[in-house]
């Protein structure tokens, strides 16, 4: 799942630095990638990927639902909002992040849509919060003076982890005594076996390889918490939808196609597809995460997005005081106006 951005003073400067360039880029029509105006759509999509995994546009592409649109790799990335300042600041064509990074690269004057989700969380793809076996954590009051490690701050994870606070009786003068911290995913697990953190965030082929080693156990998931749900969105500028229409309802249509297909393949044929894909592109990269691929966890039909999905995060957004509260209404940030799946 696409990191985000830290919270620190520090990061958050950058961060509004790197949005006022983002949005000065695009406004002054710099960005590289986008049209330029001169009414023939662009039909070649730059993109950035990720290693030893296959993307959603990727996986449509290979499938032969994007029709005279193609994929244009320009190299990966492993964070969500750089990914989306990439796309905003013309670099490439889209990018996907989580949706709290999608709302926060607006507030910052980016004019940027979601057009269709990118991943999310269902009973096969969750985050666990996971303790000790013998840890005596067992209630959100337990956390109070204990070390949560994460992969970053300021975005899904922690998000969640404020969310089920609230949600189990913390005021919002005792959340902060919870500690957060980074922990690169690869070192969670170790770092909550040698007691170094109390609690530790554990997704996919590392969370299965922890569980199956036993000795620990979930306190809370996000699928718990919340139900299914997508979690991140392909953003694309306006003006590139606006001048390439046809482009964006092809890609974004293509993305819903590929949605569908992964939930509805087996998911042993679905694997081996995708491990082809990767073997195909002939980067010498390592296909065995792959092996643990179970779904995209995106929640709706299609990758549709819902109010509800951007909601929740304009909340929690506001509350912190990262964005001014009213700032947004959820259809100010998406449009499903592309996405023709299951529409003739």
Not at 167 to 189: F, M
Not at 217 to 241: H, K, Q
Not at 287 to 306: K, N, V
Not at 329 to 341: C, S, V, W
Request: charged share 20%; proline share 4%; aromatic share 8%.
């Amino acid at each position: 799942m696409p990191a985000a951005f830290t919270s620190t003073p520090t990061s958050r400067r950058q961060f509004l630095t790197l949005l006022g360039i983002s949005a000065a880029a695009v406004s002054c029509g710099t960005a590289t990638a986008d049209g330029g105006g001169s009414g023939k759509q662009i039909k070649t999509l730059k993109y950035q990927g990720a290693v030893g995994a296959v993307t959603l546009p990727e996986l449509a592409q290979d499938l032969g639902y994007f029709e005279d649109v193609t994929l244009d790799w320009v190299g990966n990335t492993i964070s969500g909002p750089q990914d989306i300042q990439s796309a905003a600041t013309g670099q490439t064509h889209f990018g996907s992040a989580f949706n709290g990074a999608v709302i926060k690269l607006a507030a910052g004057n980016a004019p940027i849509k979601a057009v269709i989700s990118s991943y999310g969380s269902d009973q096969h793809s969750y985050a666990g919060y996971f303790v000790l076996e013998d840890s005596p954590i067992r209630s959100a009051r337990d956390l109070i003076g204990k070390k949560v490690g994460m992969n970053t701050l300021g975005a899904h994870y922690q998000a969640l982890l404020d969310t089920y606070l609230s949600r189990n009786g913390l005021s919002k003068a005792e959340a902060p005594k919870v500690e957060a911290l980074v922990i690169p995913p690869v070192n969670t697990e170790q770092a909550l076996r040698a007691r170094q953190i109390e609690v530790g965030v554990l997704t996919g082929v590392l969370r299965d390889k922890a569980v199956a080693s036993g000795g620990i156990r979930p306190l809370f998931t996000d699928v718990e918490l919340l139900g299914p749900f997508s979690a991140g969105t392909y953003i694309m500028t306006e003006r590139f939808i606006k001048q390439n229409p046809d482009t964006v309802r092809t890609f974004v249509t293509g993305v819903a196609k590929a949605i569908e297909w992964s939930r509805t393949t087996p998911r042993e044929e679905a694997v081996a597809r995708m491990t082809e894909i990767v073997k195909k592109r002939g980067r010498n990269e390592d296909t065995t995460a792959l092996q643990y691929w179970r779904s995209f966890g995106i929640a709706e039909t299609a990758g549709r997005i819902p109010d509800a999905e951007f909601q929740l995060w304009i909340d929690w957004l506001g509350e912190r005081g990262e964005i001014k509260q009213g700032q947004f209404k959820p259809a100010d940030l998406y449009t499903n106006e592309f996405n023709g799946y299951g529409k003739g």
